[in-house]
C-alpha cells in the first residue's frame, strides 16, 4: 500500500485568538488544545495503525499540537513518566526546522532557543539535535520556498525509505504552518487543527 503524507495545520496559537504577532513563539491557546485533541480523535480512529513518523516544525505551537493530537501514535517516553499517555511501541516526534513558518520578522513566527523547549518540553530529548542557531530567520523566507520546498520533500523521502522496515507503517504526519503548506501545496488551504 503507497505510503500517504497527511498535512496538518497547527491548532489555533495564542496570537491567532488575540490577533497578536507579537506573541514569541507563541504556544496553543486553550481552544487550540481542544482542537487538537478533536484533531487527535478523528484522526485516529482512521490512520493510527498506518502512521509510522510524526515530523513537526519545532515552533511551540507545532510541537504541542503534535504531542496533543498524535498521543495515541506517539511513543510514551515522548511524555511526561507516569502520566499514561502515549503509546508503546509507538513512534519518536521528528522536528524539522525547515517545517517552521515563514518568520517575516513577526515574533510569533521566531523560534525559541533549545534550552528554552527543552525546560518545557524535557522528554523530548530530540531537542538537543537541533542546531542552537535553528530559528534563526535568515533565508527561511518565501522567496526561497522552492528550496525550502526541495528541503522538505527530500527530508520526507528519507522519513519514508526509513519506514520501509514496516510496511503495515507508512503513513507520515506532518504537522506545520499555513505558509509551508502553501508551499508544498499551492492552492491547499487548511484551517488551524485540521
Known amino acids: 500500500m ?4 497527511h498535512l496538518v495545520r497547527h491548532a489555533e496559537g495564542l496570537h491567532n485568538l488575540r490577533h497578536n504577532v507579537q506573541i514569541p513563539d507563541a504556544p496553543l491557546s486553550e481552544r487550540g488544545f481542544n482542537q487538537a485533541e478533536l484533531l487527535g480523535q478523528k484522526f485516529i480512529s482512521a490512520h493510527s495503525d498506518s502512521v509510522g513518523a ?5 515552533l511551540r505551537r507545532s510541537i504541542q499540537t503534535s504531542l496533543a493530537a498524535f498521543r495515541r501514535v506517539l511513543h510514551a517516553d515522548q511524555y511526561p513518566a507516569n502520566t499514561s499517555v ?14 517552521r513558518e515563514f518568520g517575516g520578522g513577526l515574533p510569533c513566527n521566531a523560534g525559541s532557543p533549545v534550552s528554552e523547549l527543552m525546560s518545557e518540553f524535557p522528554t523530548l530529548h530530540q531537542l538537543q539535535q537541533l542546531d542552537p542557531d535553528w530559528f534563526d530567520d535568515s ?6 520556498a522552492g528550496r525550502i520546498k526541495q528541503d522538505i520533500l527530500e ?7 526509513d519506514l520501509h522496515e514496516n510496511p503495515d ?5 506532518v504537522v506545520t504552518h499555513d505558509g ?8 491547499i488551504r487548511i484551517e488551524l487543527g485540521q
Open 139 to 144: 533565508g527561511h523566507d518565501p522567496s526561497s
Open 86 to 99: 502515549g503509546v508503546r511501541p509507538g513512534v519518536r516526534l521528528v522536528l524539522d526546522p525547515a517545517l
Open 169 to 173: 507503517r507508512t503513513d507520515i504526519v
Open 180 to 187: 509551508i503548506i502553501g508551499t508544498l501545496a499551492p492552492g
Open 155 to 161: 527530508q520526507l523521502e528519507q522519513t519514508q525509505a
Open 54 to 58: 510524526v515530523v513537526s516544525s519545532p
Open 2 to 5: 503507497p505510503a500517504l503524507i
